[in-house]
């Protein structure tokens, strides 16, 4: 069902899958850390099936997409980037943009940036860029939450603790906290045991804190989401405080928040209800832009 392509943005090359008719009303899927293209397999499918036309990429540093090899590398500004030109190149005009986690945060900043591009926004279980910032600096339950972006600092700890026991750890997330099955965890192995496809993720982690966090912090420019923004946040979450999506939602001009009984994957545990949400979003928004 999804053909790949291998899309040219500039300085690295993407994998993106794709499925659905060539003239569908286009929509971009952004997975998390540590997915892959496929995280919203369920929901693209049926997507694809109602005529949406899906673009689904592993971002720089995953997958099949190109792991440049510097931590400068993976700065918010060239994630951006990549996703910005891959609708340029690859979409019939703006599209519906979903992210989760790390791709939630690119999603939050490509509609900030560039909303020319966006017809509607959905950001499941990542809050809003200066939300997350603020709750690192001023709660300290935030920040204990947060204390794995920590360990991640630390150049080659990691690296090996995630990739021992034919990456036990990165299994044992994916099983205990997304709900992943057998079938699920054997396509992510597959591509874990290539060389850079457990360090380049990693690299996106050293980046934020060298460089996004700090610029949140100092003086940050209008963050104001100016496109339909729709919320989808699994209650259980073990990352996030749950008040941060409703704090996300006020940097909104028009924001709707769905609380599900999930956790950090709630389009893991409960597909067809986000598909529903996705769907009637879509069709809501569909003249936006």
């Known amino acids: 069902m999804f053909l790949p392509l291998f899309t040219d943005v500039d300085d690295v090359l993407l994998h993106v899958e794709a499925a659905g008719p060539e003239d569908g009303p286009p929509v971009v899927f952004l997975h998390g850390w540590p997915d892959l293209w496929f995280s919203f397999d369920p929901q693209m499918r049926a997507l694809a099936e109602q005529g949406y036309r899906v673009l689904a990429p592993d971002q720089r540093g995953y997958g099949l997409s190109s ?9 918010m500004p060239k994630l951006v980037k990549d996703i910005v030109l891959l609708i340029e190149r690859r979409a019939s005009g703006p599209v519906h943009l979903v992210g989760h986690d790390w791709g939630g945060a690119v999603a939050w900043a490509l509609a900030i940036e560039r909303p020319d591009l966006v017809r509607s926004l959905t950001a499941v279980n990542c809050p809003h860029p200066q939300v997350f910032a ?138 067809e209800r986000v598909t529903e949400l996705l769907a009637a979003w879509f069709e809501r928004h569909a003249g936006h832009g």
Request: hydrophobic share 40%.
């Open 67 to 75: 792991k440049p090899p510097a931590v400068a590398d993976y700065q």
């Open 134 to 271: 603020d709750a690192l600096r001023r709660r300290p339950s935030q920040l204990l939450r947060s204390w794995y972006m920590l360990v991640f600092q630390i150049p080659g700890l990691a690296e090996t603790v995630l990739s021992v026991r034919d990456h036990a750890v990165l299994r044992a997330m994916l099983r205990h906290g997304a709900g992943l099955d057998d079938a699920d965890l054997a396509r992510h192995r597959a591509v874990w045991r290539h060389p850079g496809t457990v360090q380049r993720p990693l690299f996106w982690y050293r980046a934020m804190f060298r460089s996004t966090l700090p610029t949140l912090r100092a003086a940050p420019p209008d963050m104001t989401v100016r496109v339909p923004t729709q919320i989808i946040w699994g209650r259980r979450d073990g990352a996030f405080r749950a008040d941060l999506a409703a704090h996300s939602t006020r940097l909104c001009d028009e924001a709707e928040l769905h609380v599900l009984n999930a956790r950090h994957w709630p389009h893991h545990e409960q597909p």
